[in-house]
């Protein structure tokens, strides 16, 4: 009950990349940075348990880019093609690859990060990819020119990677839909439907994550444009409860988000974020617990799993460990008042 566990991604120790910057080049090349990465996944899986957390991740170590990481294995997306577009309905501007024909696999992507991973936890583990309508939004497209069929192409790769995921071990299989807070009307149109066929047929337990993104200058600035409620997910969250989806995972610390909301995902799972990652402050333990608290209002503990915002790559290492342990250590205070500890 009220099992604890993050968004995805954990800072990078100063010797594998440059702190505080998200995507930042790999400082090591070759076998060293090969060893680098299976040393930064240890040290963030050390720092979960240590802290507490039940459901662990490798901290999305051996990723440059959530997104990119993903496609650096599709045939058909050249990254020598990179262009430069407006992404999540133009907020800001990123430098992506191009799709140049038919996307597949060259390759399994991600099975040798979730094998090692397996390998060095006793604790369940989960593994986030990029969901398919995040990863249209971050390309540019010259070859389906259709997003929906794009999506639908990445939905079917991805799908074939997560049934090889899950049969390694995998407990938790996370797909990042921020872009699901932005294309209202797609969700709608398509979204859901390439969601779906994402997780088909896949066995372990199978998770959405949907946010206001990192606290980068430009997150910030769109969020003070949202008023005084943030209501996008009053039109996500029902057909997101008629998906296929086990759990999926919202903003709730430090957001405008009304948490009655929460009602609309009867029948999931729900990642309540208690975490605000938007800032340096290490909230306590009591702040993290009344979080929770509010969430029970509306979703029954055995289905409450607290969890962070988002990702915390871009904070300071000793910033994201304090909110690692006030995660685990406020929802013990709830479990305990429940009779659960």
Known sequence: MLWTTIAGSLPKPAWLAKPGVLWAPWRLEGAELAEAKHDAVLVALREQEAAGIDVVTDGEQSRQHFVHGFLE???????????????????????VPTVVGPVRR?????????????????RRLKFTMPGPMTIVDTLADEHYRDR?????????????????????????????????NVYLDDVKAWGIEALNAAVSGVPCKTAVHICYGYGIPANLQWKATLG????????????????????????????????????????????????DVANDVVETAEQVAATIRKALGFVPPERLYPCTNCGMVPLAREVARGKLRALAAGAALVRRELGAA
């Open 73 to 95: 294995a599709i045939e058909g997306v050249d990254f020598t093609r990179r262009q430069t577009i407006g992404i999540r309905a133009d907020r800001y501007r990123a430098e």
């Open 106 to 122: 060259r390759r399994p992507v991600h099975g040798d990060e979730v094998r090692f991973a397996r390998a060095h936890t006793a």
């Open 148 to 180: 929906r069929r794009l999506a639908m192409e990445f939905a079917r790769l991805l799908n074939e990677e997560a049934r090889e995921l899950a049969a390694l071990g995998l407990d938790v299989l996370q797909l990042d839909e921020p872009a699901f």
């Open 228 to 275: 005084g409620e943030w209501r996008q997910y009053e039109e996500t969250f029902p057909v997101l409860a008629s998906s296929h989806i086990d759990q999926v995972s919202l903003e709730c610390a430090g957001s405008r988000v009304p948490v009655s909301l929460l009602g609309l995902l009867e029948g999931k799972d729900v990642m309540v974020g208690a975490i």
